[in-house]
C-alpha cells in the first residue's frame, strides 16, 4: 500500500519517537504502549490542526482557537501547581494536626510572582 494518509505520522516522526522511547527491562511491552500512545498523540494533534487551519480558511478563525483551546488546553502554569500544592499541603497538616498551617506568606510570594 503506497497511498499516504494525511493523519499518519510521516516517518522522521516514527523514527524520532522510535529513538526517544524509553527503554524497559520487561520485554519492550512498556515501550511498545510509550510509542503507541505518543503515535495516536501525533496523530490527534495532526487532526486538530487541520480543523484548525478548516475553521481559518472557512471565515471562523475565532472558533479556531476556541477550538484549539478546549482540545489542548494549556498545561497549569508552575505558579498554580506550587499554589495547588500548598492547599494540598495545608489540607492534610488540618486533617493530621487539628490547625491550621500558616501559609499566607508563601502564598503571597507565590502569588506575586508573574503568570508564566
Same mark, same amino acid.
Given at each position: 500500500?503506497?497511498?499516504?494518509?494525511p493523519?499518519?505520522?510521516?516517518p522522521?516522526?516514527?523514527?524520532?519517537?522510535?529513538?526517544? =522511547?524509553p527503554?524497559?527491562? $520487561?520485554?519492550?511491552?512498556?515501550?511498545?504502549?510509550?510509542?503507541i500512545?505518543?503515535a495516536?498523540?501525533?496523530?490527534? $494533534?495532526?487532526e486538530?490542526? =487541520?480543523?484548525?487551519?478548516? %475553521?481559518i480558511?472557512?471565515?471562523?478563525?475565532?472558533?479556531?482557537?476556541?477550538?484549539? =483551546?478546549?482540545?489542548?488546553?494549556?498545561?497549569?502554569?508552575?505558579?498554580?501547581?506550587? %499554589?495547588?500544592? %500548598?492547599?494540598?499541603?495545608?489540607?492534610v497538616?488540618l486533617m493530621?494536626h487539628g490547625?491550621?498551617?500558616?501559609? $499566607?506568606?508563601i502564598?503571597?510570594?507565590?502569588?506575586?510572582l508573574?503568570?508564566?
Open positions: 500500500m503506497t497511498e499516504h494518509h493523519i499518519t505520522p510521516p522522521e516522526l516514527v523514527q524520532q519517537l522510535a529513538e526517544q =522511547a527503554r524497559y527491562r $520487561d520485554g519492550g511491552v512498556g515501550r511498545e504502549v510509550w510509542l500512545n505518543r495516536y498523540s501525533a496523530g490527534a $494533534d495532526q486538530l490542526e =487541520a480543523c484548525v487551519n478548516w %475553521l480558511e472557512n471565515q471562523n478563525p475565532r472558533w479556531a482557537h476556541v477550538l484549539q =483551546a478546549a482540545r489542548r488546553p494549556k498545561p497549569s502554569s508552575l505558579k498554580e501547581q506550587a %499554589l495547588e500544592q %500548598l492547599d494540598g499541603i495545608a489540607a497538616f493530621t490547625g491550621n498551617l500558616v501559609c $499566607d506568606t502564598r503571597r510570594a507565590l502569588e506575586a508573574p503568570d508564566d
